[in-house]
């Protein structure tokens, strides 16, 4: 089981809120994952943050099983953006190969960022200036000295939009 | 008689049509999801197998040529192209915005095609019945809301607005333009593909085509340096 480490409120003003998640295996990351994605509504953009194999495919397989999406999800280093159909769409970016933000107006991000479905979007600390400042921040860290599989996965939201999510994470966690 | 086939999906709306000098012959227009990769090419197939006819017996196809949906234009101008290649005729690519105005056949006033370009911003022109043409006003932009408020201030008339802007920006532009601005009805506000068809036999006839090979719709987007200034000093990125 993935633990629930700890929830801050920053700043009220700012609507800021950050949540840590300890998880010891891809499956803990998963089940975070999954959570988050159950709770997603239209519009959000949920930015995905680590270094190679820090495990954020893995929750990103989570995210849209969350969504109710059945098909295999693989990372879109290639063709930038895969589109999945689950309760509401779901974008699934990866900016890695992105070399300059004009290359993702090109491919008509904005039709995505303010579309009909969650935007997850693998490497977005690559093309930050161009999301949305109102977002769902993710970031997984590895420690070794923990352990081969041991991650902090650390949550972060901005915008009065998210405010409901980390008391919606919480209500699922309980659940579970 | 000249028969054309027509696309538009530079917007929400998948619209197909063939249409000649007198009339339309068919059209089926969806404004449900953004699903044209999808049903695009049934669309075709249905309106064509209702009409009795194939992809050789239309004179040219005729798509949308932008600006608008990044993807529903290069969804549009792919299959058009490939149309165009396999049925060897030619492509007359229309301007989104003309085809809008030209909803508005004989108004009065000023027409202004606005489609939401995202982040507060618009696609548009501004036109005019002069006679028996459209005439332009204002060139193609991708300028914001109030930029373009500021310039249709300065008609002194009644502006027709339509386009899928209105449904983001209706309130503002009230607030804005008060009772000068009106409102296609739903009937007229979005693209047809019957429009695009009209502006394309007009092509036709002028023997006006584009190179199928190398057509690219154009996208309008804001210049770059402007970009940075908005992310500067609006906080609109």
């Not at chain 1, 700890?6 to 949540?19: D, E, P, Q």
């Amino acid at each position: 089981m993935p633990v629930l480490l700890s929830i801050w409120n920053l700043s009220i003003r700012k609507a800021v809120m950050i949540m840590e998640f300890l998880s010891n295996s891809p499956e803990d990351t998963e089940d975070i994952g999954r959570i988050l994605g159950s709770i997603a509504q239209r519009g959000y953009i949920v930015c995905l943050e680590g270094e190679l194999g820090a495990g954020k495919t893995q929750f990103a397989k989570g995210f849209a099983k969350g969504l109710g999406i059945n098909e295999h999800i693989t990372s879109p280093t290639f063709t930038i953006i895969n589109e999945y159909n689950g309760r509401i769409p779901l974008y699934h970016f990866d900016a890695y190969r992105i070399n300059d933000v004009e290359e993702m107006y090109e491919i008509g991000c904005d039709e995505y960022f303010f579309g009909e479905g969650v935007c997850l979007i693998e490497w977005a600390n690559l093309i930050e200036d161009i999301i949305p400042k109102e977002n769902i921040k993710i970031s997984i860290s590895k420690d070794m000295e923990q352990g081969v599989y041991f991650r902090k996965i650390t949550l972060e939201t901005s915008g009065e939009k998210y405010e409901p999510v980390c008391r919606k994470i919480i209500e699922k966690w309980d659940i579970a | 008689m000249t028969k054309v086939l027509a696309l538009d999906t530079s917007s929400a709306v998948a619209s197909v049509a063939v249409v000649d000098n007198t009339k339309i012959l068919g059209e089926i227009t969806y404004n449900y999801k953004r699903q044209h990769s999808t049903i695009l090419i049934p669309m075709i197939d249905r309106i064509l197998s209702f009409l009795d006819i194939t992809v050789k017996d239309v004179d040219c196809i005729a798509c949308s040529s932008g600006p608008g949906s990044f993807t529903g234009l290069r969804i549009g101008a792919a299959t058009a192209k490939g149309l165009c290649h396999g049925a060897d005729k030619p492509l007359i690519g229309i301007p989104t915005l003309d085809s809008l105005a030209f909803n508005m056949a004989y108004a009065n006033g000023i027409i202004c095609p606005i489609i939401d370009a995202l982040r507060g911003n618009v696609y548009t022109a501004v036109y005019r019945w002069e006679k028996d043409w459209l005439k332009k006003q204002e060139d193609y932009m991708a300028i914001s809301l109030e930029d373009l408020m500021a310039k249709l201030k300065l008609y002194d008339e009644d502006v027709i607005l339509l386009g899928d802007g209105i449904f983001a920006y209706r309130e503002k532009i009230v607030e804005m333009l008060g009772s000068r601005a009106k409102f296609a009805p739903v009937s007229m506000n979005m693209g047809r593909a019957s429009s695009i068809a009209a502006l394309a036999i007009k092509r036709y006839e002028k023997g006006s085509f584009d190179d199928y090979m190398s057509f690219v719709p154009f996208y309008l987007r804001k210049p770059q340096a402007e970009r940075e200034y908005d992310k500067a000093h609006r906080g609109l990125v």
